[in-house]
Antibody
């Protein structure tokens, strides 16, 4: 079964750091681009960032709202994706989802999503 | 603030047809990027509903269909069912970065 399982969420104070993990199974993780998407309570989906695969030099991209504070990495030997979040703000409070990319014919869609992990930034 | 605009809500009676629009611009949908659609049932993760503007993943009923024209895209649900009550999001790219629509809540009357 193709599956993504996030972990690492919790309560953190403003200015603090947190590292999220996403464990993949059921597919060849190393072949795929992987993204993080978040959803603040009662709000819509917001793209956070992407890591490409080895063939594309593991390059990363980030939304403007997190650039310079968040870092996406991956360990293909462990089938795992990570999101290092630093200098956290209250507005980073959200459920964080990892998502697998699939080629749609001319660009990428997110065909598999994890169940999400909640991050709360509060004093 | 999302660059893809959707109506906040749409509603319909069981069996009816509803459509959800996703309006973008020349830097995203109009630039030729595919539009994808996701369904999010209450309390669950999003699920891919339509990819590449009009393609359904395996297991998605053919009641769901997508189209794209110019700087906009649409999702249609025909034969609306109670289990279709959910939030729906379009997704595309703007300057090669992923963007989501503002989201639409579908209510089955």
């Amino acid at each position: 079964e193709v599956q993504l399982v996030e972990s690492g969420g919790g309560l953190v104070q403003p200015g603090g750091s947190l590292r999220l993990s996403c464990a993949a199974s059921g597919f060849t993780f190393s072949d795929h681009y992987m993204d993080w998407v978040r959803q603040a309570p009662g709000k819509g989906l917001e793209w956070v960032g992407r890591t490409r695969n080895k063939a594309n030099s593991y390059t990363t991209e980030y939304a403007a709202s997190v650039k310079g504070r968040f870092t996406i990495s991956r360990d293909d030997s462990k089938n795992s994706l990570y999101l290092q979040m630093n200098s956290l703000k209250t507005e980073d409070t959200a459920v964080y989802y990892c998502a697998k990319n699939m080629w749609s014919g001319s660009y990428y869609a997110f065909d598999i999503w994890g169940q999400g992990t909640m991050v709360t930034v509060s004093s | 603030q999302s660059v893809l605009t959707q109506p906040p809500s749409v509603s319909g009676a069981p069996g009816q047809r509803v459509t959800i629009s996703c309006t973008g611009s020349s830097s995203n949908i109009g630039a030729g990027y595919d539009v994808h659609w996701y369904q999010q049932l209450p309390g669950t993760a999003p699920k891919l509903l339509i990819y590449g503007n009009s393609n359904r993943p395996s297991g998605v009923p053919d009641r769901f269909s997508g189209s794209k024209s110019g700087t906009s895209a649409s999702l249609a649900i025909t034969g609306l069912q109670a289990e279709d009550e959910a939030d729906y999001y379009c997704q595309s790219y703007d300057s090669s970065l992923s963007v989501f629509g503002t989201g639409t809540k579908v209510t089955v009357l």
